[in-house]
């Protein structure tokens, strides 16, 4: 067994996240937990944002070997959200004290797509000033691989952040899990585009893969300190049946979600301000899970707010929880758990990563 390392430090190498992902023992990863959190409160406070999650269309030009809503799969049933019920869930989002918003597509590049997102993220940024929000509720985007120009245009609607999970830094498990046309070097440019731009720029991987070592999350967490990031959002791997990881073996749900739970806590520990988000995943293999996220050192929550029927569609992998999170009762009893744990719900506020004001870490600022 590896020993615990100095968990008041904020310097770790690659072998102390090793040791840190690698706790088992309950005593361990309860030092583990405490120590994040404490870094979460001394670092961002104890407020926790809320980003309501609008998954605007299913379509995607993509074949990731691992994602329910690849061009291949056939069963896939298309949709596309009108613009009025984007600003329509946009307004809800606002009048329940958000603050934020994440609009979620599959990679989808053509104009018309495209001319009509940015119309309708001006749209938004307008229709939601009030004197609770008045600089217009904040909105992320997480729409896949884009041009700089595209980038650029949506930035200049309105949109402030953007996420764009790297799903692995281990080149060789990118290209197993990715088709031939997708590349490893191609997430790293489009992160550093968004950053270049002004967005505050957000990364993620995916947890538990085939093949996957501790080593490579490892080397995850420590890429998302060299790339300067200031949100991160991952969550367990779900073997969805219709796609070809389907049927590979991966580790098993426990081990996929306490995995999950260690990466928050080391990624808290070594990145420090950042926002990182309790994601559905954790709670697709258990209902307690992402909840139990923020004791870990997530402070982000992003209720689903796609409509009943899309929801459906938009199947990344099986078991998505389909809670009305967006009611009144889920909203009282989300922030009744936060109190009981020393925390407080974030309401009207973008709640940008403290990372994301300081001017950054380690790395110089990019290059064109
Ligand atoms: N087109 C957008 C949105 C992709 S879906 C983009 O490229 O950013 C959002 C995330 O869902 C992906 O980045 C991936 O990490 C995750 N995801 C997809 N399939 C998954 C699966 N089977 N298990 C767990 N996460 C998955």
């Excluded at 080593?215 to 073997?239: R, S, V």
């Amino acid at each position: 067994m590896t020993a615990l390392p100095d968990l008041s430090q904020s310097v770790f190498s690659h072998e102390e996240i090793v040791a840190l992902l690698s706790v088992v023992d309950p005593q361990d990863v309860e030092a583990v937990r405490a120590a994040a959190e404490k870094v979460l409160l001394k670092e961002c406070g104890n407020g926790v944002y809320l980003r309501g999650l609008i998954e605007a269309s299913n379509v995607c030009r993509c074949d990731c070997h691992y994602c329910g809503i690849r061009k291949s799969n056939t069963k896939v049933r298309h949709y596309t959200l009108a613009q009025n019920d984007i600003l329509l869930l946009a307004q809800q989002a606002a009048n329940l004290g958000y603050g934020s918003i994440v609009i979620q597509t599959g990679e989808r590049q053509n104009k018309t797509f495209l001319d009509a997102l940015e119309k309708t993220i001006q749209l938004i940024k307008t229709e939601t000033v009030s004197d609770a929000l008045p600089q217009g509720i904040g909105i992320t985007l997480c729409i896949g691989e884009q041009t700089e120009e595209t980038y650029r245009r949506l930035f200049k609607a309105g949109a402030h952040r953007y996420l764009l999970r790297i799903e692995t830094t281990n080149p060789v498990l990118f290209s197993r899990i990715h088709p031939a046309d997708q590349h490893f070097e191609t997430r790293v440019h489009c992160l550093q585009r968004l950053k270049k731009i002004g967005y505050q720029v957000g990364t993620g991987v995916m947890i538990g893969l085939p093949g996957q070592t501790i080593e490579d999350l490892a080397n995850d967490i420590l890429f998302f300190k060299e790339q300067d990031i200031d949100m991160i959002g991952m969550g367990p791997f779900i073997p969805h049946p219709d796609t070809p990881l389907g049927g590979v073996a991966c580790p098993d749900e426990a081990t996929r979600l306490h995995l999950g739970h260690m990466m928050i806590a080391a990624t808290r520990l070594v990145l420090r301000d950042v926002n990182i988000a309790a994601t559905t995943a954790l709670q697709a293999l258990d209902p307690a899970g992402r909840e139990r996220a923020f004791r870990f050192g997530a402070n982000v929550m992003m209720p689903l707010m796609t409509p009943g029927e899309a929801r459906e569609d938009y199947n990344l992998y099986p078991g998505k929880p389909n809670l009305k999170e967006t009611n009144n009762d889920y909203q009282v009893s989300f922030s009744a758990f936060l109190n009981e744990i020393g925390r407080t719900l974030g309401q009207n506020q973008w709640g940008d990563a403290p990372h994301a004001s300081r001017g950054g870490g380690n790395s110089p600022p990019f290059s064109s």
